[in-house]
């Protein structure tokens, strides 16, 4: 199944990295990641983070701030969540997240040692 990006509708591109296959919009840089996909990477060998850094090679930041509300990988809607630093696209259904561009290093470090579920619902902030 072909994933559309949450910003840009772009057909996300999938990749393996460590094992784990990821979705990334080869438009505006961003990154759709199942659940559990933060944290397996945050356990990740450096050289693997660093790898997928290198595949996010997408154009600009999203200029599209018209975001989906139908999350991209189930039926579920998405929702904006607070994780650590940065305001993220959660989907309360299958748990999955879309990154921006540049928020992969604040999700890593908002999530070592805690799941996304749990720093979410520390911060208490998924809004419908």
């Known amino acids: 199944m072909n994933l559309t990006c949450v910003k840009c ?8 990295i460590s094992g784990i296959e990821v979705d990334l919009c080869p438009a505006c840089g961003g990154l759709w ?7 397996r990477l945050g356990q990740s060998p450096r050289p693997a983070v660093e790898d997928l850094r290198r595949a996010l090679t997408g ?4 200029g ?19 994780l ?13 997240v879309f990154l921006d561009k540049g928020e992969l290093d ?5 999530v070592k040692g805690s799941t996304v579920d749990q720093v979410i619902a520390l911060a208490g902030s998924v809004a419908r």
């Open 9 to 16: 509708t772009s057909v996300l591109d999938k990749s393996h």
């Open 106 to 110: 604040a999700a890593l470090a908002a």
């Open 33 to 39: 990641l199942d659940a559990g996909e933060v944290e």
């Open 64 to 82: 599209i701030s018209e975001t989906q509300t139908a999350c991209p990988a189930c039926p579920g809607a998405l929702s904006q969540a607070t």
């Open 84 to 96: 650590g630093q940065i305001t993220i696209e959660y989907c309360n259904r299958c748990h999955g």
């Open 59 to 62: 154009g600009q930041q999203a």
